[in-house]
């Protein structure tokens, strides 16, 4: 559900905080932590083999045990599952060639030891309403499980199916309480918004939580994003958003986009997370912005709900700083972007300095450009002809140039800092 400004101001927050109290409650009753292990274990047990729960992005969800006595029981491919909580793309591939993602049943997979595979695998496709939503995995044996064993296997794989569904929609769920927080403005208002996140997330709202922007951003909000608590679309500033970081995307203001509130384990878990992201980014496309990839941005870590707002501005700067550098993204991290933290925070209007005025302009695009790398220099002139790849004495004639277009003195810290400035601004417009 994408709700604007308006609509959101037809909300009475005590309903909704009501509303999330009792969708709190409804999926805290219809799942106990530890349903997936026991799950997990129910199936090693009906089959005699340990058993491996991942997302359909073969993220690690649970595992059963191995038996210690057996050395291939953990062949390179399931120990990495287990200590990194994730698969690498190559596995993913292979084992999604043998069509897991469109089986609706049991599917053996043959060992590869060049692959890191000793062992084969039987894949149980974990579905729900014809959706795939992970795969539970076993290693084969001889003589390997019977059909019976099987079918009773992949009751307990749809009832895991049942579960994940359950999750992801939940999440999608938020997206009204969570577009509250992020548009609602300070105030009364914003504290009544977080009381109706912090409501529906229940237990998980006082967990570790990163906030992405992903921009421009066309359509819907994805079903789910694996690892996310929430997804919601922000309109474009104009366009029903409230003043502010809310409506401004990596292209500048007007930009619809994607905002996720992740789950983490801990502040040094974001790989996963970054993973998820940069499969979104793919599916972008705005209307009209030929030539703008999409690229995401990623705040800081955060665990008080309170904290949202501020973490969504760092991520939509983020977004912009990756879009403006492209050695930044496509997916950048607040704390990774460097001066771009300060820039990011300025107003999203064209830079219009009346010193550079001139200098950014269509007709002296290589002056800017020798005038930026220069400065990125820390005005090394040797540096900079190098980085430019012309010689010193014609990058001294186009330094002049700058110095005559915007009456600065490029020997002076103050001026260099305004210039520096300035063109770096200019990108993020």
């Not at 870590?301 to 904290?307: F, G, M, Q």
Request: net charge neutral; glycine share 10%.
């Amino acid at each position: 559900m994408i709700l604007g400004h308006r609509q959101l101001s037809r909300i009475r927050v005590p309903d909704l905080i009501h509303l999330s109290e009792g969708r709190a409650r409804r999926w805290e009753n219809g799942r106990v932590k530890g349903d997936y292990q026991d799950l997990v274990d129910e199936i090693s047990a009906l089959l005699g083999a340990p058993a491996t729960l991942e997302n359909r992005d073969f993220r690690l969800i649970a595992f059963g045990a191995h038996d210690s006595d057996d050395d291939q029981a953990m062949d390179p491919v399931r120990t990495r599952s287990i200590l990194t909580r994730q698969s690498t793309a190559a596995v993913r591939s292979w084992f999604e060639g043998f069509g897991i993602a469109r089986a609706d049943g049991p599917v053996h997979i043959p060992a590869a030891p060049e692959a890191g595979v000793f062992r084969g695998r039987i894949c149980l496709p974990v579905r729900n309403r014809g959706i795939v939503h992970g795969y539970v995995w076993l290693l084969d044996r001889e003589p390997g499980p019977g059909p019976a064993e099987l079918a009773a296997a992949m009751e307990v794989a749809e009832r895991i199916g049942v579960l994940l569904a359950e999750e992801a929609r939940a999440g999608a769920d938020l997206s009204r309480e969570f577009l509250a927080v992020l548009t609602s403005g300070r105030g009364w208002q914003q504290d009544m918004a977080v009381a109706a996140l912090r409501a529906a997330l229940g237990p998980d709202g006082d967990g570790l939580h990163a906030v992405v922007c992903v921009t421009p951003w066309a359509g819907e909000a994805p079903a789910s994003v694996p690892g996310a608590a929430a997804v919601c679309v922000v309109p474009r500033r104009g366009g029903g958003a409230a003043d502010g970081a809310g409506g401004v995307g990596a292209g500048g203001a007007g930009a619809r986009a994607l905002a996720v509130l992740l789950r983490l384990r801990s502040t040094d878990a974001l790989a996963p997370a970054l993973a998820a992201v940069a499969r979104l980014l793919p599916r972008t496309s705005e209307p009209g912005s030929a030539g703008r990839s999409a690229t995401a941005g990623v705040a800081d870590p955060v665990r008080a709900l309170v904290e949202l707002p501020a973490a969504w501005e760092q991520a939509v700067a983020a977004a912009r700083a990756a879009h403006a550098q492209p050695g930044l993204g496509p997916v950048a991290r607040w704390s990774q972007i460097g001066p771009y933290r300060l820039l990011a925070t300025l107003a999203a209007d064209p830079v219009d300095d009346p010193a550079a005025r001139a200098l950014l302009g269509p007709a002296h695009r290589e002056l800017a450009r020798t005038a930026e790398v220069f400065l990125d220099c820390a005005g090394q002139a040797g540096r900079a002809a190098a980085a430019l790849g012309i010689h010193r004495q014609t990058l001294y004639y186009r330094l002049g140039r700058v110095e005559q277009l915007t009456g600065l003195d490029l020997d002076a810290g103050e001026d260099r800092l305004l210039l520096h400035m300035a063109l770096k601004a200019a990108r993020l417009s």
